[in-house]
C-alpha cells in the first residue's frame, strides 16, 4: 500500500497551479484535502504521474455571504461546519456534514476536492445540487460557471477538462418559509451512504407548497434529482396522502445499482422511507 | 501469608505496561530500524485457483534499488511444505488428509493471496514497484468456494492427489440419538449457517531477521503468539542450535488466534533471505495484504436436530455439518472440534451425534480466531432451544435453566474428546447463578410489560438471553523464572508472548504477594526465547492459566528462600518473618528488617566458601501444566431497539455475567470482556468476508470490511460469580474469549422479538446479520 513513482509539484498560486494542470494534463491530479486521492494511490487505483498541491492557496479557501454564499473550493469541511453563517442561511449543509467520514478527515477534506471526486455516495454532491448550486471553474486560458445539475457526469467523473480546476462554489439561498433536511442510512457513522436524501420545500402564502427539491445520494452513478416526485409536490398542501405519493414517484425513478451493505431492492425501499422522513421534516419546518 | 501482607490479587490495579504503551516507548516490530536493513514485499496470486506455468523475476531485479527476487524454483532444498501444528485428536475412525502450504507456491495456486515470489529492495516503496515487473502465467482452474458444490463428484479439486475436497471427517458420539429421538415428545431440525470473520488486529503482522554471521546467530522479530515454538520450528528448518535462534515477539498489537499461525511463508522467506544477503530485512504485512495473507476464520454449514420431551427437557441433539478449512490444514481440527464440542454448552444433553467434514476450498487458510470456532456451535444449540421455547410455548429463559447442568454435577463428563486430546470434561461450574444474575440486570421480569408500552408508542425493542461454556486453560505447560534483582527490583520471566492482555501486571500482581514488594517493582519479560526459552504460546484463554499459575510456583519458591536468607540473616525462626514493602521484618518489632535488595546481594556473595548445593541468588525457575483444560461459563443478555422500516438497530442494553474462577485483575478482566463483546458484535452484524464465485474477495479494505467502531458498541454491565477451577492453585479459569462467544445468537434472538419475526413463521437461522439481510429474510418470507 504505498503509491507508485510521482512527481510532486508545489504551487504558490492559482496561476502557478493552472499553469502546471495546463502543462500536464490528464497525467497531473491536484493535491486538495487528499483524503479519497491519496488512499487510491496508496491502492495503486490512481497513479498519476504529477501531483499538483494547491494547499498553499489560501486564496481558494472562506466562506462569504452577500445574497448568495460563495464558498472557496479548498474551504475544509471543518470550516464549513465552524461558520454560523451557514448554520443560520443553509443549515442543510450543517445537517449532512457529520455523516461525512469522522472529525479527522473532516479537518482535511475540502469541498471543491469532494465535489471534483464526484463520488456518487458522497453527500456534498447532493446537497449542492439540491440547493441549485453554481460551480467556478478556471484554467489557464478561460474561467466559467456550470450549474450544479450540470456538473456530475458519471461515478468519479464530472465535465471539468483536463486543464481546469474547480475554485469557486455559489450557493444561492432559499427563498423565504423554506424548510430542508437531510436524512442519512449508513452501516456505521461515517461511512457511505446506503441511501441519503436532502429536501427542501417552501410554502407559499396560501399553505400550499410553492418549490420542492429532492435529492439522492448513494443510489446511482451520479448525485440523484427525483424531478417528478419534487414537481408532484407543488400546489398543493405537504399533506401525508401528498408525501407518500412523492416518496412512490421517487422510488419508481429510482434504478439503484445496489452495494455490498444493501440490494438495489434494499436501497430503493430505504430511499423511500427516508423520502417520507425527510419531506415530512422539512415542511414541519418551513 | 500473614495478613498484614498485602494483597494484589484481585485488585483493580492500573497496568504496569500502559506508561510504555501510551507514551510510545514501547516496542513494535515496525519500530526496528538496524543499520544496513532491507525491505521486502510478496507478489501474491491473483488467481484463486491454477497451475502455475512460470514465474519471471527478471525485470523486477534490472530495476534500481532491487537486491534479490526468488521465486520456489530459487529456494532448492529449503522450499518444503510447512509442519502440522496440531495433530487430530485420537478420536476412533477419524480422517484427516494433511496438505500444509509452502513459502512459495510451485505448481499450482490455490487461494488469491498465496505468495508466488518475494522481492527484497532498498525500500518498501521500490520493492512495490518491483512486483508489478514480475510475469507471472498462471493456467486458471475452477474456483472451490461453496462448501456443498466443493463436496459433488466431479467438483475441481484443490489438491489434486486427493479423490475429493475432503479435509476431515470426524464424528463423536455419546449416548444413542435415535434412540432418544424415538421417545421425543418434539423434534426440531434447522439448517444453520454461521460466518466468523478475519481477527483484524490494530497491528498487521510483520517480520524482521538480521542473519549474524560472525556469531552465527539468528534473530527473528515476529509479531508471533507462540515465540518458543516458531523459534524451536526455524532452528529446525535452518539446520541450527535452539540456542543459535532467538525469536522475539516484542509488544504486539493484538493477536486474537491468527498470529499463532506457523509457518506464514514471511517467516520462513525474511529470514532465509537474510542469510543469503547477510543483511537485515524488514517486512511489514499492510492492511490490503493482512486481509488474503493472514488467516482467517469462516463459514460453518450445520444440519441440526434437536429431540425435546414435553416439559422442554432436551433427550439428544444430532449435529451434521461442513466446515471451510481454506486452501491448506495446518492446523489440524481444531477449529471445527471447538465447534462440535463447544455446542454442549451449559446443558444436559444425555445423547449426542456430531459428525463434521472439514472442507478444502481455494480461500486462504482458516486457523482459530478468538472463540476459535466456539461461535459456531453456540449459535447452533441456542438457536434450537429458541426454536424449542416457541414451539413448546415454554420462555426462553426457562427452557434454558431447566437444562442446565446441576451444580453437584461437576466434575462434568461430556464423554467425548476436546482439542487438547483429554476428554471433554468440565472442572467445575455453578450456571443458576449466572443465569438468575443476568436475568435481574438486563430486567428480564419486567421486559414484557416495558416492551408492549414501548410498541404503543412506535418503538420495537426486543430482549435476548444466551449461555455459553468456553474451554479454557490447556496444556501442555509454560514455565516462569522469578529472581529478586540486587537493586530490589524483582523480574519475571516466561515463554509466552504478550499481545496486549496486560501480562506485564497480572504476573506482577501474582509476584508482589509471594515476595512481599510493590506491582510497580516487578519487571516482566514476555516473548524473547533468549530471556526465557522453554513454553507454549498465548492462546486458548491460558497465558493467565497456565504461564500465571508457573509464575506463582516460581514466586513461591523465591518467598521460601528469601525467608530462609533472612531466618539466617535475623537468626529467628521464618514462622517469626513477615514480608512487604521490599523488604523482611521481624513480626512485631518494627526497626527489625531487611530489604529484599540486600538479601539479593547476600544471596550472591563475593567471598567465602558456600555449602554444597546451594544456588547463587534469589531466584527459582518453575513450571505448571494443568491435568485439563479448566472451564469458564457466562451468559449474555441484551436489549435491542429496531427501526421496523429502515431495520437498523440500537443496542439499549447489554449484559455479561461471567464466572473464570478467581480473578487476578478486575480492570483487566473488564477489558478482556470488552474487546471481545465488541468483537462479537462485528461478527454478529458487520463484518462478512464477501467473496465471489472466481473466490476474489470483494472488499478486502476497512471501508468496505465493517468493523464496529467505539459507535456501533454499547456500554455493558458487567457482573461474576467465582467458581475456582481446582486444577490450578490459583483457581484460575481464562477469559479471553468469553465475550466474543454468545453475541450471534443474542442478535438473532432479539431482532426476532422486537420485530416479532416467529409469529410470521421468519426465523434467523444465519450470522452474519445485517439490515440489508434482514431486509431480504423478510421480503422473502412475503
Keep these: 500500500m504505498k503509491p507508485a513513482p510521482f512527481k510532486y509539484v508545489i504551487a504558490r498560486t492559482l496561476d502557478e497551479a493552472l499553469a502546471a494542470k495546463a502543462e500536464y494534463g490528464d497525467e497531473a491530479r491536484f493535491l486538495a484535502g487528499g483524503q479519497s486521492l491519496v488512499p487510491t494511490m496508496n491502492f495503486r487505483m490512481a497513479m498519476p504521474a504529477v501531483l499538483i498541491d494547491i494547499n498553499p492557496l489560501t486564496e481558494l479557501s472562506g466562506i462569504k455571504a452577500n445574497g448568495v454564499t460563495r464558498i472557496g473550493a479548498m474551504t475544509r469541511y471543518r470550516m464549513l461546519e465552524a461558520d ?3 448554520g443560520e442561511r443553509l443549515r442543510i449543509i450543517h445537517e449532512a456534514l457529520p455523516h461525512i467520514a469522522h472529525p479527522q478527515i473532516r479537518n482535511r477534506g475540502t469541498l471543491g476536492g469532494n465535489l471534483s471526486h464526484a463520488d456518487p455516495a458522497s453527500e456534498m454532491p447532493a446537497i449542492m445540487l439540491a440547493l ?6 478556471r484554467s489557464a486560458k478561460a474561467a466559467r460557471q456550470i450549474a450544479a445539475r450540470d456538473f456530475f457526469v458519471g461515478a468519479l467523473e464530472t465535465v471539468i477538462a483536463p486543464d481546469e480546476m474547480l475554485t469557486e462554489i455559489v450557493v444561492p439561498h432559499l427563498p423565504a418559509n423554506s424548510g430542508a433536511c437531510f436524512m442519512e442510512v449508513a452501516r456505521r457513522q461515517g461511512d457511505f451512504a446506503i441511501a441519503g436524501i436532502a429536501a427542501i420545500v417552501t410554502r407559499g402564502a396560501d399553505g400550499t407548497c410553492t418549490r420542492a427539491r429532492l435529492t439522492y445520494c448513494g443510489v446511482a452513478q451520479t448525485p440523484f434529482y427525483a424531478d417528478d416526485a419534487a414537481q408532484s409536490l407543488i400546489g398543493g398542501p405537504v399533506t401525508p396522502a401528498a408525501i407518500k405519493q412523492a416518496a412512490a414517484l421517487a422510488m419508481e425513478a429510482l434504478d439503484p445499482p445496489g452495494n455490498s451493505h444493501a440490494d438495489p431492492s434494499y436501497q430503493r425501499h430505504v430511499a423511500g422511507v427516508l423520502t417520507r422522513r425527510a419531506l415530512a421534516t422539512a415542511w414541519a419546518r418551513t | 501469608m500473614s495478613s498484614r501482607e498485602t494483597r494484589n490479587f484481585g485488585a483493580p490495579i492500573r497496568r504496569n505496561e500502559d506508561r510504555k504503551l501510551l507514551t510510545g516507548k514501547a516496542l513494535f516490530v515496525d519500530d526496528l530500524e538496524i543499520p544496513g ?14 497451475e502455475l506455468i512460470s514465474v519471471d523475476v527478471s525485470a523486477a531485479l534490472a530495476r534500481e534499488g532491487v537486491v534479490a527476487a526468488y521465486t520456489a524454483h530459487d529456494l532448492g532444498d529449503f522450499w518444503q511444505p510447512g509442519p502440522l501444528l496440531v495433530p487430530p485428536p485420537p478420536i476412533e475412525g477419524v480422517i484427516f488428509n494433511l496438505r500444509t502450504h509452502a513459502c512459495l507456491a510451485k505448481d499450482k495456486v490455490r487461494y488469491v493471496g498465496e505468495p508466488l515470489a518475494i522481492v527484497i529492495a532498498e525500500s518498501r516503496y521500490i520493492a512495490e514497484d518491483a512486483l508489478a515487473d514480475i510475469a507471472v502465467e498462471i493456467e486458471q482452474l475452477p474456483a472451490v468456494v461453496d462448501l456443498e458444490a466443493a463436496l459433488k463428484p466431479g467438483a475441481a479439486l484443490v489438491h489434486d492427489d486427493l479423490r475429493s475436497n475432503v479435509s476431515a471427517h470426524v464424528r463423536q458420539k455419546n449416548g444413542d440419538y435415535a434412540a432418544a429421538a424415538a421417545k421425543a415428545a418434539h423434534i426440531i431440525k434447522r439448517r444453520f449457517a454461521y460466518e466468523h470473520g478475519i481477527s483484524s488486529p490494530m497491528e498487521t503482522r510483520g517480520v524482521v531477521a538480521q542473519w549474524d554471521e560472525r556469531a552465527g546467530q539468528l534473530t527473528v522479530w515476529d509479531t508471533t503468539q507462540a515465540p518458543v515454538f516458531l523459534r524451536n520450528g526455524l532452528a529446525a528448518v535452518f539446520g541450527l542450535s535452539e540456542r543459535q535462534v532467538r525469536v522475539v515477539a516484542p509488544f504486539v498489537g493484538g493477536g486474537f488466534g491468527p498470529k499463532i499461525m506457523m509457518f506464514y511463508p514471511e517467516e520462513l522467506l525474511v529470514p532465509w533471505a537474510s542469510t543469503r544477503l547477510n543483511r537485515p530485512i524488514k517486512w511489514i504485512e499492510d492492511r490490503l495484504e493482512h486481509f488474503v495473507a493472514t488467516t482467517h476464520e469462516r463459514g460453518q454449514i450445520h444440519d441440526a436436530q434437536i429431540a425435546l420431551d414435553a416439559e422442554g427437557r432436551i433427550l439428544g441433539v444430532k449435529d451434521v455439518f461442513l466446515h471451510d478449512t481454506g486452501a491448506y490444514d495446518p ?55 429458541d426454536i424449542a421455547a416457541h414451539e413448546l410455548k415454554i420462555d426462553p429463559a426457562e427452557i434454558r435453566r431447566r437444562n442446565l447442568i446441576p451444580p453437584d454435577a461437576f466434575p462434568y463428563d461430556n464423554k467425548i474428546i476436546y482439542q487438547d486430546f483429554a476428554p471433554l470434561s468440565y472442572d467445575s461450574g455453578n450456571y443458576e447463578p449466572i443465569l438468575n444474575k443476568a ?5 428480564y421480569a419486567g421486559f414484557k ?28 505447560y509454560e514455565g516462569a523464572r522469578v529472581q529478586v534483582q540486587a537493586n530490589g527490583r524483582v523480574s519475571v520471566a516466561t515463554g509466552i508472548g504478550t499481545q ?27 516473548g524473547d526465547t533468549d530471556r526465557f526459552h522453554w513454553g507454549a504460546g498465548t492462546f486458548a484463554s491460558r497465558g493467565a492459566v497456565v504461564a500465571g499459575n508457573a509464575v506463582n510456583e516460581a514466586a513461591l519458591v523465591v518467598r521460601q528462600k528469601i525467608l530462609k536468607l533472612a531466618a539466617d540473616h535475623f537468626e529467628c525462626a521464618e514462622e517469626d518473618l513477615e514480608l512487604g514493602n521490599g523488604e523482611v521484618q521481624i513480626v512485631g518489632v518494627p526497626g527489625r528488617s531487611v530489604r529484599l535488595s540486600e538479601l539479593a546481594m547476600k544471596a550472591n556473595p563475593m567471598r567465602g566458601a558456600v555449602k554444597p548445593g546451594t544456588e547463587p541468588g534469589l531466584e527459582s525457575t518453575q513450571y505448571f501444566g494443568p491435568p485439563g483444560g479448566a472451564t469458564a461459563s457466562g451468559v449474555h443478555a441484551m436489549i435491542i431497539e429496531v427501526d421496523p422500516e429502515l431495520l437498523t438497530l440500537e443496542i439499549k442494553k447489554y449484559v455479561v455475567v461471567h464466572d473464570c474462577g478467581t480473578v487476578i485483575n478486575p480492570l483487566i478482566l473488564a477489558g478482556q470482556i470488552h474487546g471481545g463483546v465488541a468483537q462479537g458484535i462485528g461478527n454478529a452484524f458487520y463484518e462478512k468476508l464477501l467473496f465471489d464465485d472466481a473466490g476474489q474477495l470483494l472488499n478486502a479494505s476497512l471501508a468496505d470490511y465493517l468493523l464496529p467502531t ?54 434467523l437461522l444465519e450470522i452474519p446479520l445485517s439490515p440489508g439481510r434482514l431486509w431480504q429474510l423478510i421480503t422473502q418470507a412475503g
Excluded: W
Design chain 1, 84 to 86: 454560523a453563517g451557514i
Design chain 2, 710 to 763: 467505539s459507535l456501533d458498541v454499547p456500554r455493558m454491565q458487567l457482573e461474576h460469580t467465582v467458581t475456582p477451577s481446582p486444577l490450578n492453585p490459583l483457581g484460575i479459569k481464562g477469559a479471553g474469549e468469553a465475550g466474543a462467544i454468545p453475541v450471534g445468537p443474542l442478535f438473532a434472538q432479539a431482532i426476532e422479538d422486537a420485530l416479532g419475526l416467529k409469529a410470521k413463521g421468519i426465523e
Design chain 2, 37 to 50: 536493513m532491507l525491505y521486502a514485499a510478496l507478489l501474491r496470486s491473483s488467481v484463486a485457483h491454477g
Design chain 1, 132 to 137: 441549485n448550486a453554481t460551480l467556478y471553474l
Design chain 2, 331 to 385: 492446523y489440524g481440527l481444531t477449529v471445527p472440534i471447538n465447534s462440535q464440542c463447544t455446542l454442549l454448552g451449559p446443558y444436559v444433553i444425555p445423547a449426542y451425534d456430531s459428525t463434521f467434514t472439514a472442507v478444502f476450498t481455494t480461500l486462504p487458510i482458516v486457523t482459530p480466531y478468538r472463540g476459535a470456532g466456539r461461535q459456531h456451535g453456540v449459535f447452533v444449540i441456542e438457536r434450537l432451544l
Design chain 2, 500 to 526: 496486549g492482555q496486560g501480562h506485564f501486571t497480572v504476573f506482577a500482581q501474582i509476584v508482589a504477594d509471594q515476595v512481599g514488594c510493590l506491582v510497580t517493582d516487578v519487571d516482566v519479560v514476555t
Design chain 2, 439 to 443: 436475568l435481574d440486570a438486563i430486567g
Design chain 2, 449 to 476: 410489560d416495558e416492551q408492549k408500552k414501548a410498541l404503543s408508542e412506535g418503538k420495537h425493542l426486543g430482549i435476548a438471553i444466551a449461555n455459553y461454556v468456553e474451554g479454557t486453560g490447556i496444556g501442555p
